[in-house]
């Protein structure tokens, strides 16, 4: 737990690189948006009848599901779809909310983010909360532009998505690039100066067999052709 910590002298440019983050958590969001459309297939005003009062990780959730109806016969392209969502809502959402939510002050040599902890009084007729401290983690700038292009990185993939969706749509289906590869590669282990808790997406694996309905009826008659 940090013992000195200052709210105020927090430098000018780690304010810069929180509404940098800011402002693109709110790009990334429309993008999700966008997706969906395109994926219904709707037109804008339809799509933001359905998306406008949602937050960000219900969208993302809806694309998920969205996507494992579209790709139903085709485990790449769903499983491209899987860890982007995967990416936003177990990765980059959580930073997201503690970077724009948390209580940012001074610490000893570098900005620390930490968070208000209330405990509730336990004698009877009081509703004071005692007020601490907890789990402060000093952040470099550096952390700070590494999640913002993190978080530009994902935009772009689901720009992408969107464009090889809506060509699908308009010229039939054509093979994709490898879009989960990608991916992979445009994530970066987080630098120095980052917290203990970020952490990168697992590598996605193809669904199981047994995820799939057909594929689990298929596996049952082959069990019970073998025993006969």
Excluded at 113 to 140: M, N, V, W
Excluded at 184 to 209: C, D, I, N
């Amino acid at each position: 737990m940090t013992r000195h910590l200052h709210t105020y002298g927090l430098p000018e440019e780690y304010l810069t690189a929180i509404g940098s983050i800011t402002v693109g958590w709110a790009a990334l969001d429309f993008s999700v948006a966008r997706v969906i459309g395109t994926l219904i297939p709707a037109s804008d005003a339809a799509r933001d009848c359905v998306t406008g009062p949602l937050d960000t990780l219900p969208k993302v959730e809806i694309l998920r599901a969205l996507a494992r109806v579209k790709f139903f016969h085709d485990d790449a392209r769903f499983a491209a779809v899987d860890w982007l969502c995967s990416d936003i809502i177990q990765t980059l959402a959580p930073e997201r909310n503690r970077c724009v939510h948390d209580m940012w002050g001074v610490g000893d040599d570098l900005p620390v983010r930490t968070r208000f902890k209330p405990e509730l009084s336990k004698a009877p007729f009081k509703a004071a909360r005692q007020i601490s401290f907890h789990r402060g983690h000093k952040i470099s700038l550096e952390y700070l532009t590494f999640l913002s292009g993190q978080m530009l990185e994902a935009q772009r993939a689901l720009n992408l998505l969107d464009s090889l969706i809506a060509k699908e749509h308009h010229d039939g289906p054509f093979p994709w690039p490898d879009i989960l590869q990608e991916l992979r590669q445009s994530r970066r282990h987080p630098p120095a100066g980052s917290p203990r808790e970020f952490r990168l997406p697992p590598e996605a694996s193809p669904p199981s067999p047994e995820a799939n309905p057909q594929a689990r009826r298929r596996a049952a008659r082959k069990r019970s052709s073998s025993k006969a």
